[in-house]
């Protein structure tokens, strides 16, 4: 559905460090750096952090994004990693009360944006 999603930053470095250690943990990366802003490329398109064109970085009040893991290792390691890199929890690893039986975490980076991993428990 998309080619791609990209947040803003004020600090590349910054996001660097937290997307390369968060994103990793589920196979996601390293980042490719172009002009300024940071891609993460998958099969079905990239997210991508970066310097706004115009005016500051701010995060999306209410928006989340979602990444796609294999197990709970991955999100627990998600998890782990985003706090070990400059991020805040916003939901700590466990089952969620949605349709197929999920597992998840989430995280705000270095700049306020929000992210989740989740994986399909089944049942």
């Known amino acids: 559905m998309f080619t ?16 390369d250690a968060a994103l990793g943990a589920l196979g996601i990366g390293p ?7 940071l891609f993460y490329p998958g099969p079905n398109g990239s997210f991508g952090v970066g310097l706004p064109r115009e005016g500051d970085a701010c ?18 390691a998600f998890h782990a990693a985003g706090l070990a890199n ?14 197929g039986n999920p597992y998840g975490a989430y995280l705000r980076d270095p700049d306020g944006n929000k992210i989740c991993a989740f994986c399909d428990l089944g049942g």
């Open 86 to 99: 400059g991020g805040s929890d916003e939901g700590a690893p466990g089952e969620r009360e949605f349709p």
């Open 4 to 19: 791609h999603v990209l947040v803003g930053t004020k600090d590349v470095a910054k996001a660097k460090q937290f997307y």
């Open 59 to 76: 995060f999306a009040n209410g928006g989340t994004i979602g990444f796609k893991a294999k197990d709970r290792a991955e999100i627990d």
């Open 31 to 37: 980042a490719m750096e172009m002009g300024g802003r």
